[in-house]
């Protein structure tokens, strides 16, 4: 096999020869060839013969070897680590060391460094290069460093159980020839470099290498052919063109056992063995190389009985287990990884970073299992922020692209709840229609029937409303609001018993979460008000369920005016003052803040304080003289948000854009560049939004409103008579005809 000066083995006739370091005779055939540490095929000593050899190698593996003469005059050691990455890349570094003891000590030395790198053209070839480094010190006289290149190729054209593996290999040694300087005055390091005066190249070579391993991997055969000097100068001396072969045979006695005869390119024979184990602690393979010979065999050369000895091993996972777990993180760890990632930005209510997070998912893993999942939950995201366009055309693409999902029937819900909450019901119920066609057996038909209920209700269709609602039944996230909407659509029919027994279904039903909990407390304020209001009032049962409503509860106002009117209805105004006064003191922003002013007027008039009856009902009055959200302002508030309609759009468009992107610097800086512009238009979409939640709330309190109107204006002109009469204000008990003017008021719906 083939190499530079620096390696070959008679590396101390040389130095003899120039023992007063006059110019050394050149010849290029005398360059031996290193048969030791050398080796293509059978290891992958990183480079020595062809660079390209190395792409054969399956995991980390790490050489190291010595090599001597009996007498231990001349010797050679090195070191070689390979590295392969990934399926086609192959990085290898080399150092060796070529010495002889003249006088007692290293007098002459050359070292070399190799790196190298091979990449794997296609699965039987690969291409491989290296650079190294020459260090040359010729008695601390002659110091000099010098670079040389070399390339190759390597192909396995057989590589199978049945006919055994085959690689070929030709390299082109010294491409880039390194150039020895002959100066005899640099006691310190320089740069050599082609084309130097006073100065030789070492020849560049062509190394055709065969390697064999068959019959159940107990034989190996190699074959070296070197053509030496292939560029050769008439200057430097030789002939060139010089044919060096070697031949090995390797017989496994068994697989951790095998001998060797080696014909070297020398001519003489080498006797070997080598011993292996596998999967020893770290190593995953270790083998033992120990061969012989005498350097006299053919011509002498005063060496002697020379030998060398090399250990490998090799550690580390094997090309195709890095490939299966970088697949396996690319394909099941990094893909699950990101979605719990945007799964935690959407439970943190992070809506924008989680149709990001979602849309990284969707794009960068488009075959993991739960991409269709990704896509729902980055509709949901926008759906959150009420960007309805952008969800919108989330579930439309999700449609289309993930036609097998068991998520398609989500896809479609979620547009018809979107088309719900837009106002959209003639949309809303052609979708209703087509999941209950297409999707009638899936979990989401429940959750539609709940949204086409919730539409049947808005549109006063109370026994559809019952109908649809009524198929719900308990387990489903929704059983508690269906209950519920039935409960108040049967009120609204009259059917007091059949809602009686929906709001007892909430109220029996065992709460999962604080939604279904606070929804609990509305029923029980219903409750007692069918109990409060019916034909025969049952007043204590009524008491009692709203006493059970809890500081915190949406319903907590309406239950403590409640306890209120109940307290006035038994003839007990200071019971009932304490509740409407707690409303009056903590309550401010309450739509039943006029009514609590109501009953504190009616609880005044009954201790006949009329003073603080009038102004009590003054403030009833003067609250509801007008609805708490406006016309005007109801109009206002739609004339702004149409007028930003566009720009609300074109954010979403472009978030919407933004999502489908992989988080690079480029698509980060965008997406920073448009947060502000972002967070404003959500922020103007959400203030809408509630600003409209809140217009549906005084449209619900409009007929309470006018009742406690009416209501406060008869009282306070009572109330202004019996002023009249007594001369002023008073306290006192209520007489018979005053509680029977109470009682001709309207009772609480």
């Known amino acids: 096999m083939t190499r530079f000066s620096f390696i070959k083995t008679t590396a101390v006739g040389l130095i003899c020869t120039s023992a007063a370091f006059a110019s050394p005779s050149y010849a290029p055939h005398k360059y031996q060839q290193n048969d030791w540490f050398g080796e293509f095929g059978s290891n992958n000593t990183a480079m020595y013969v062809n660079p390209a050899g190395i792409a054969e190698t399956d995991q980390i593996e790490l050489s190291i070897g010595y090599f001597s003469t009996i007498s231990g005059e001349a010797s050679q050691e090195y070191g070689s680590l390979t590295i392969p990455v990934g399926y086609d890349h192959t990085f290898g570094i080399s150092f060796f060391e070529n010495g002889a003891d003249v006088d007692g000590g290293y007098s002459y030395v050359e070292n070399a460094y190799m790196l190298g790198y091979a990449y794997r053209l296609m699965h039987c070839l690969a291409l491989g290069v290296d650079l190294s480094i020459l260090q040359i010190n010729q008695f601390d006289m002659n110091k000099q460093l010098t670079l040389g290149a070399d390339v190759g190729i390597s192909w396995n054209p057989i590589n199978n159980s049945r006919f055994g593996s085959l690689t070929l290999g030709i390299a082109f040694q010294n491409a880039v020839a390194p150039a020895i300087s002959t100066e005899a005055d640099n006691d310190s390091y320089?740069?050599?470099?082609?084309?130097?005066?006073?100065?030789?190249?070492?020849?560049?070579?062509?190394?055709?290498?065969?390697?064999?391993?068959?019959?159940?991997?107990?034989?190996?055969?190699?074959?070296?052919?070197?053509?030496?000097?292939?560029?050769?100068?008439?200057?430097?001396?030789?002939?060139?063109?010089?044919?060096?072969?070697?031949?090995?045979?390797?017989?496994?006695?068994?697989?951790?056992?095998?001998?060797?005869?080696?014909?070297?390119?020398?001519?003489?024979?080498?006797?070997?063995?080598?011993?292996?184990?596998?999967?020893?602690?770290?190593?995953?393979?270790?083998?033992?190389?120990?061969?012989?010979?005498?350097?006299?065999?053919?011509?002498?050369?005063?060496?002697?009985?020379?030998?060398?000895?090399?250990?490998?091993?090799?550690?580390?996972?094997?090309?195709?287990?890095?490939?299966?777990?970088?697949?396996?993180?690319?394909?099941?760890?990094?893909?699950?990884?990101?979605?719990?990632?945007?799964?935690?930005?959407?439970?943190?209510?992070?809506?924008?970073?989680?149709?990001?997070?979602?849309?990284?998912?969707?794009?960068?893993?488009?075959?993991?299992?739960?991409?269709?999942?990704?896509?729902?939950?980055?509709?949901?995201?926008?759906?959150?922020?009420?960007?309805h366009k952008a969800a919108k055309a989330v579930y439309d693409d999700a449609v289309k692209r993930y036609p097998q999902s068991d998520q398609r029937a989500k896809y479609h819900f979620q547009l018809m709840n979107i088309d719900y909450k837009e106002g959209k019901y003639n949309d809303a119920m052609v979708k209703y229609q087509y999941i209950v066609q297409h999707f009638s057996e899936s979990d989401v038909k429940a959750d539609a029937d709940y949204i086409a209920g919730q539409?049947?209700?808005?549109?006063?269709?109370?026994?559809?409303?019952?109908?649809?609602?009524?198929?719900?039944?308990?387990?489903?996230?929704?059983?508690?609001?269906?209950?519920?909407?039935?409960?108040?659509?049967?009120?609204?029919?009259?059917?007091?018993?059949?809602?009686?027994?929906?709001?007892?279904?909430?109220?029996?039903?065992?709460?999962?979460?604080?939604?279904?909990?606070?929804?609990?407390?509305?029923?029980?304020?219903?409750?007692?008000?069918?109990?409060?209001?019916?034909?025969?009032?049952?007043?204590?049962?009524?008491?009692?369920?709203?006493?059970?409503?809890?500081?915190?509860?949406?319903?907590?106002?309406?239950?403590?005016?409640?306890?209120?009117?109940?307290?006035?209805?038994?003839?007990?105004?200071?019971?009932?003052?304490?509740?409407?006064?707690?409303?009056?003191?903590?309550?401010?922003?309450?739509?039943?803040?006029?009514?609590?002013?109501?009953?504190?007027?009616?609880?005044?008039?009954?201790?006949?304080?009329?003073?603080?009856?009038?102004?009590?009902?003054?403030?009833?009055?003067?609250?509801?003289?007008?609805?708490?959200?406006?016309m005007a302002a109801r109009d206002s508030a739609r004339k702004a948000y149409e007028d930003n309609e566009a720009h609300f759009d074109s954010v979403q468009a472009k978030a919407l854009d933004l999502s489908r992107q992989l988080p690079t610097p480029r698509v980060q800086m965008k997406r920073d560049q448009l947060r502000p512009d972002f967070d404003k238009a959500n922020e103007a979409i959400d203030d809408y939004a509630k600003f409209m939640a809140r217009s549906q709330q005084s449209d619900r309190f409009e007929s309470n409103r006018k009742r406690v109107l009416e209501d406060a204006g008869f009282t306070l002109a009572t109330v202004k008579t019996k002023k009249a009469e007594s001369g002023g204000g008073s306290v006192g008990g209520a007489n018979s005809q005053e509680l029977q003017e109470l009682e001709e008021l309207d009772d609480l719906e």
């Open 190 to 387: 320089h740069f050599v470099f082609m084309g130097a005066d006073e100065s030789y190249k070492v020849p560049s070579n062509l190394n055709f290498t065969l390697f064999y391993r068959g019959f159940n991997r107990m034989f190996e055969a190699k074959a070296e052919f070197s053509v030496i000097d292939v560029l050769h100068d008439d200057e430097e001396g030789g002939d060139g063109m010089n044919l060096e072969t070697s031949f090995t045979l390797t017989y496994y006695l068994s697989s951790h056992l095998g001998v060797r005869l080696r014909f070297t390119k020398e001519g003489y024979p080498v006797l070997g063995a080598t011993v292996n184990v596998k999967d020893v602690t770290i190593f995953r393979y270790v083998a033992l190389d120990l061969e012989m010979s005498h350097d006299d065999i053919v011509e002498k050369k005063n060496r002697g009985f020379i030998w060398a000895v090399k250990l490998t091993t090799r550690f580390g996972n094997t090309r195709e287990e890095n490939i299966g777990e970088d697949r396996y993180r690319r394909l099941k760890i990094e893909p699950e990884n990101d979605y719990r990632a945007a799964m935690r930005l959407y439970l943190n209510r992070q809506f924008l970073e989680a149709a990001y997070a979602f849309g990284k998912v969707q794009t960068k893993y488009p075959a993991f299992h739960l991409v269709d999942q990704a896509a729902f939950y980055k509709g949901k995201s926008f759906e959150n922020m009420r960007m």
């Open 455 to 630: 539409i049947k209700f808005e549109q006063g269709l109370y026994q559809e409303t019952i109908d649809l609602l009524s198929a719900i039944l308990p387990g489903n996230a929704n059983y508690f609001y269906a209950r519920y909407t039935m409960g108040i659509a049967n009120s609204r029919m009259g059917k007091w018993d059949e809602a009686e027994n929906c709001f007892r279904d909430i109220i029996d039903q065992p709460a999962s979460n604080q939604s279904e909990l606070d929804l609990q407390d509305a029923a029980k304020v219903k409750l007692g008000h069918i109990y409060f209001s019916g034909e025969n009032a049952n007043i204590p049962e009524a008491a009692g369920l709203y006493g059970q409503v809890k500081p915190g509860s949406p319903v907590y106002d309406e239950a403590m005016l409640a306890l209120g009117w109940s307290f006035l209805k038994v003839n007990k105004p200071d019971e009932a003052l304490k509740y409407a006064q707690w409303i009056i003191k903590n309550m401010p922003d309450s739509f039943l803040l006029s009514e609590a002013y109501l009953v504190e007027g009616y609880c005044f008039y009954m201790k006949k304080d009329y003073n603080n009856a009038e102004k009590s009902l003054s403030n009833a009055e003067k609250l509801t003289e007008k609805p708490v959200v406006s």
